[in-house]
């Protein structure tokens, strides 16, 4: 059975850090790449950062660049994001997602991801 189980998430002041974690269970990461997206009220889901299946080239939307970083762990079957300097504009709900290796598509977009989450919501506030 495929899953995917985020953790992580919480209420850090501005400035502040969190680590999150995607746990992908059942998933061949040859066959699947892993993208992290965040919904924040009243504004659609958009692509933070993916690792490219294969090689495991991560990408970054520009408005994290420099302040997030993904990574994976083989092992322990789980994507991590580190997200770091944390403004109240990073405060939405954090999804993880995965999308078959077919789509050529850059990993940043949602066309394609089949599988979904159940989200991580990460607050930045005083």
């Known amino acids: 059975q495929l899953q995917l189980v985020e953790s992580g998430g919480g209420l850090v002041q501005p400035g502040g850090s969190l680590r999150l974690s995607c746990a992908h269970l059942?998933?061949?990461?040859?066959?699947?790449?892993i993208g992290w997206f965040r919904q924040a009220p009243g504004k659609e889901r958009e692509g933070v950062s993916c690792?490219?299946?294969?090689?495991?080239?991560?990408y970054y939307a520009d408005f994290v660049k420099g302040r997030f970083t993904i990574s994976r762990h083989i092992a322990n079957n789980t994507v991590y994001l580190q997200v770091n300097n944390l403004t109240p504009e990073d405060t939405a709900v954090y999804y993880c997602a995965a999308r078959p290796s077919r789509f050529r598509t850059t990993c940043l977009e949602i066309f394609g991801y089949d599988h979904w989450g159940q989200g991580t919501q990460v607050t930045v506030s005083r």
């Open positions: 690792i490219r299946t294969g090689d495991g080239i991560p």
């Open positions: 059942g998933f061949n990461l040859d066959d699947y790449g």
